[in-house]
């Protein structure tokens, strides 16, 4: 079989001339992919593999790797309901997280949470559907593969790659990666109505479909900025050349590009995201995106350790400037590979270069240089070659099966090793267990698996993580506050005093950074939030409320502080100030309803009756608990209104709860 760009191939070339002449206007494609049984028994083939191999995740819970911060610990998905759909809805799309501007995504688990909650076995619905969104590129990647040219079963060859590569692993069983899932859905969708309006020159008009998929793939996920480039590495493909029509015909994309790549990187920054911490100059930044492309390109064939975090190095190493010898190797043969016109292989690494280049850390963002997420949408560029070459064997010859049969256990050694990989996502425990078994000396990891300790009960091995952590560097105001976390569950008072003193530290190490470091200065008003609650249970009232007062200065907008420092002046008897705090807190927080019951109370006892009765009535709105109507019930005490407190009493008798020996006197019960 002679090679693209081989003498024998140039001859047939000079008969049947594609590279060099001009080009003519592609055959329209007609559609008949539904009525071919044969494609429908294949893409099903391939889904029912793909959905096999990540099954297990259906088993899996949350994880402490941002999970906590899009959902778990979410306002916005955590307490949406009928009431405030529209009302969360909106701070969805006008609002960050951890940094980062996914809306689609983050509403996305605001619609499950309302559909199927979000307790541990709720979360399988979760996990069902970024299967299943996985299972849709899958298919669009399918369906791609035809309209490019490929048989049916080099396009199986694609599909069945894209779908059970073990670094999909990542971003199918990991939540919080529905970004790569969702965004990568919207994203194959316009490249496949792309695809299709120019092989039926109806360009203009597809463009009503490809512009609303650009911009929901955008909202998924920043990364879709790359579309346009994706583009023009097709029309390539196509044509055999680039021209100044094809890169002017995408102005309109490059424009949404700019715009959804701007707001993103300005929320980066505003976040101080765009910072990892290290000491890298950006020469030096180079040569880390060098590495890391060619790390991309060894785990393509050989998909080892797949952390979930890939930490930097202390120093700079020789092995990223050693990189750039086979990454200029690369060049010179995609260069060689475009002057011959073997399209195939510039077409491939052009669309995997294109979209993973923003994602080198080049720019630095986040606490590692590599993550096999990166490569979700990228990798099909190169699947893609994998794919071409494979439908040039010819299956009849021993040459063609042997490497067909070679393939074909390559495959299931794909698919084995996915499924394994899963199940490293089962939990926070088993997430950070792994990593700790592949990067001992990174910090985070044993934080966050003494966190997951911490919180499921296992108080002792949380403690020795801790302590394990803080012997890597006691530098980090982190995992004081964590361990503080642990101390203050506690009900015994020389434990709490524990918790203070981890809490003091946690302050002082941010205070002492929050002028260089953004990370500080935005923790320390939780920092101090959790030393004033932990001096409120031990009975030092004053030095709570002087610990709230300086969250305060810091981030007014943190609606913990006046939860907190409302209950501290509830015990200390100041309702006034309990009062103007409750209302503070309900500012962000409306639909609160044991919020909205203490504001009841607030107002009962600084003797607004009728504003009291109010709230006890929108409260019913959000809750039915009996602190409810035992509140109300005293509330209709003072304003006389015997009949309703006398009803208010009866009911909570006949659903068992106990009447307050207060009540009782008053009604004469």
């Not at 077409?347 to 995997?352: P, S, T, Y």
């Amino acid at each position: 079989m002679a090679k693209s760009g081989s003498k024998k191939s140039k001859k047939k070339q000079a008969k049947q001339p594609q590279v060099h002449a001009k080009p003519t206007k592609p055959k329209a494609v007609t559609a008949s992919f539904w009525k071919d049984k044969m494609n429908l028994i294949l893409i099903g083939a391939v889904l029912i593999i793909t959905f096999i191999t990540f099954s297990d995740a259906l088993n899996n819970t949350w994880v402490s790797w941002d999970d906590d911060r899009n959902f778990m610990e979410n306002e916005y998905v955590r307490n949406i309901s009928a009431a405030n759909f529209w009302d969360y809805t909106g701070k969805i799309f006008t609002d960050d997280v951890i940094g980062g501007y996914n809306p689609l995504t983050i509403w996305t688990f605001a619609l499950e949470k309302m559909a199927f909650g979000m307790e541990d076995a709720d979360l399988r619905w979760w996990h069902l559907n970024n299967i299943l969104l996985h299972l849709l590129c899958v298919f669009l990647v399918f369906r791609i593969g035809l309209l490019l040219k490929l048989k049916p079963i080099p396009a199986v060859l694609l599909a069945l790659l894209f779908g059970i590569h073990p670094l999909r692993v990542e971003s199918v069983a990991w939540l919080t990666e529905r970004k790569d899932v969702l965004f990568a859905a919207f994203y194959f969708g316009a490249l496949f109505y792309y695809i299709k309006a120019k092989l039926k020159n109806k360009m203009l008009g597809n463009m009503l479909i490809i512009i609303p998929l650009f911009f929901l793939s955008g909202l998924s996920k920043i990364q879709a900025v790359s579309l346009p480039l994706s583009m023009l590495a097709i029309d390539y493909y196509l044509d055999g050349k680039f021209t100044k029509e094809s890169i002017i015909s995408k102005i309109p994309y490059f424009v949404i590009s700019i715009l959804i790549g701007s707001l993103g990187v300005m929320i980066l920054s505003g976040e101080g995201v765009i910072s990892d911490g290290t000491n890298f100059s950006f020469f030096q930044r180079l040569f880390i995106g060098s590495y890391s492309y060619m790390i991309y390109m060894v785990k393509l064939i050989y998909p080892y350790e797949m952390s979930p975090l890939y930490p930097y190095p202390a120093a700079f190493e020789t092995k990223f400037y050693l990189s750039a010898i086979p990454f200029f190797a690369i060049v010179g043969g995609l260069f060689y590979a475009w002057k011959k016109g073997i399209k195939v292989w510039v077409f491939g690494f052009l669309f995997f270069t294109f979209n993973v280049m923003f994602v080198l850390q080049i720019i630095g963002a986040g606490q590692g240089f590599l993550a096999d997420r990166f490569t979700y949408v990228p990798y099909f560029g190169m699947f893609f070659i994998a794919a071409y070459y494979f439908g040039k064997l010819d299956l009849e010859k021993m040459t063609g099966k042997i490497i067909a049969g070679a393939v074909a256990l390559y495959m299931l050694l794909f698919a084995w090793m996915s499924y394994k990989q899963v199940d490293i996502w089962t939990n926070s425990y088993s997430l950070w267990t792994h990593t700790i078994g592949l990067y001992p000396k990174t910090k985070v990891t044993w934080g966050n698996r003494a966190n997951w300790l911490r919180d499921n009960g296992y108080k002792q091995l949380a403690l020795e993580d801790y302590s394990h952590r803080l012997t890597l560097g006691a530098d980090d105001a982190e995992p004081f506050n964590s361990r503080g976390k642990l101390y203050f569950q506690s009900q015994r008072a020389d434990t709490l005093q524990l918790a203070l003193a981890d809490y003091k530290v946690a302050v002082d190490i941010a205070r002492a950074k929050k002028a260089t470091n953004r990370k500080y200065a935005k923790n320390l008003p939780e920092y101090l939030v959790n030393l004033g609650s932990t001096h409120a249970r031990l009975g030092n009232n004053a030095e709570a409320i002087k610990s709230f007062n300086e969250a305060e200065t810091f981030d007014p907008n943190n609606k913990n502080i006046y939860f907190n420092r409302s209950i501290t002046y509830h015990n200390i008897g100041d309702y006034s100030a309990e009062l103007k705090d409750i209302l503070s807190y309900l500012k962000f927080r409306p639909y609160d309803g044991p919020m909205i019951i203490n504001l009841g109370t607030a107002y009962r006892l600084t003797n607004n009756h009728v504003e009291a009765e109010k709230a006890f009535i929108r409260a019913k709105q959000y809750t039915q608990i009996p602190a409810l109507f035992i509140e109300e019930t005293r509330n209709f005490i003072a304003l006389r209104k015997y009949d309703q407190a006398r009803n208010n009493a009866r009911t909570l008798q006949q659903n068992g709860i106990e009447i307050p020996a207060d009540i009782k006197a008053a009604l004469n019960m």
